[in-house]
């Protein structure tokens, strides 16, 4: 949710944070806060807005000293305001302190505080944390922030700079990570943060506090013992969350796709040989995941069903408190995330876990708290993905979805090679783009879409209406298409805009059934086929696929297309979606 820098070394820490800051915006862009100790004691900038535009306006980069903090925001408790936005201070303002998460029971700590005499500033639940090190300072730092800790009820990674210099940070059900170079230390929510700098780094673990101070780094564990953590080499390459040639994230994450699904596809024989030995030997399998890994989930169901006659319950990560009730050690839980930093998946898997269940993760970020959690994982292997709108990764989790069931049922799909819908997807991505951009544009005044697929196809029903939503603010609704005479067919009239999923396979016949009773009611039908077909008012072609199950992989890339350019069209910003962010750390 929002992001979180520290750095402490040799080099001016200004220039350093908006950086890392900037390259973890897509984690939260509400407002940006910087502070700095310097000769002149603590100093702190934060305003609304997003990275560029508050350092313009600050001239944080401009702050000088070798110790800092800095923060993006995603606000959940107070509104977007410069008062709202970290870092926070305490009220003799040597402390300043910026957060990660929810603080549970800040109503009640702020009472207590205010009662002792402190002053808020702010109406975040955050601010706390600056006041209780107040408090507990005397004691020395290390046991400030062990008192803090146990304060705090909620989630929490957070960074605290003092006025002598120290950073200090400590984590619960959040990522803290630190970043070792040879001139100093970051430390920071995401390793995008300092991997220009550093590919080391070190993960700290739940109820870990690390303080950095003028001789040294340490960690501790919430008992004040301290504790060893391995520096991990990260593997990803800076070039990777370059945008290159591109105006935006979100249409290079598209393009890249060309080459992303064909990584996604090709994974480790003994990994893959590893989590479908846990999946073959399940009593019970449950599939799990948030927005669109929540859509991979429906399409990996399906192929488990048909092709490896696996019986799988799709469950909501969100939906898990009943949805995986009767969970037991036989079960097997797979738990899809891209950034694998999703609060409401990662509970849903913690609860299993305890359950007896044994969990296999799809992420896309190795590091992640899911992956380390997980009995055996495969990864996406797709490279960061920055624009807000899951792209390349949703893609990457269904290329995985194949790639399970073809080793299952020992090549019946094909998959291994992947080069059918590799191939297709090129196909897609080069020839439909004029096509795409000129329909976005005449449907810049469009209020309403609806998205029909069945079988196979409703998953990416689903998901072209979030893409739509996301990304252009138009209301959108992925609809069933046998559903469509139990109801939504009374919303079709002159004008209804509807698009139709319908690839040339065994769903065929009955979706144009549909075209006919949509259009029957003076509906505008846009097909994407295989086939074109008079029905339809404008047809996006795909190609021919010999093997039917890959029409999902293919036929959505024109819709995250179609909604990239509609965003475009309508003037929002595709990368930072309003009131979105990257990961939805909190419940
Ligand atoms: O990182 P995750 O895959 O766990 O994220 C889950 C959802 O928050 C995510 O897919 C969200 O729905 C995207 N913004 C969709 O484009």
Redesign the pocket.
Known sequence: MCSIIGYKGKQSAAPILVDSLKKMEYRGYDSVGVAMINEGGMLVRKGTGKVLEVNKNLNISGMSGMIGIGHTRWATHGGVTDSNAHPHSACNKSIAVVHNGIIENYKELKKELTEAGHVFTSETDSEVIAHLLEVHLAKGIKDALIATCKRLQGTYGFVAVFQDGTIAGARYEEPLIIGVANDGYFISSDVLGFLQYTDKAIFLDNCDIAIIDSKKMEIFNFDGTPVARPITQVAWELGEIDKGKYAHYTLKEINDQRLTVAHAAQQDEAVMGKFCEILKNAGSVYIT?????YHSALLFKHMLARFAKIRAETVMSSEAHDGLASVDDGSVIIA???????AD?LESVKVSKKQGAKILGIVNVTTSSLARISDAFLSTNCGPEIG???TK?FTGQLALAYAVTDRLTEGKLRAGEAAEFVAAIEKVISTSQPVIEKMAADMKDVNDIYLLGRSIHYPIALEGA??LK?LSYVHAEGVAAGELKHGPLALMEKNTLVILLAPHDATYNDSISNAHEIKARGATVIGISNIKDDIYDHWIEIPHLDQEAFYPIVEVIPLQMLSYYLALAKNADPDYPRN?A???TVK
């Open positions: 995941g948030s927005g669109t890994s899809i995330s891209q950034s694998g930093e999703t998946v807000v709108a899951a990764s979030l893409k996301e979105l990257k990961s939805v």
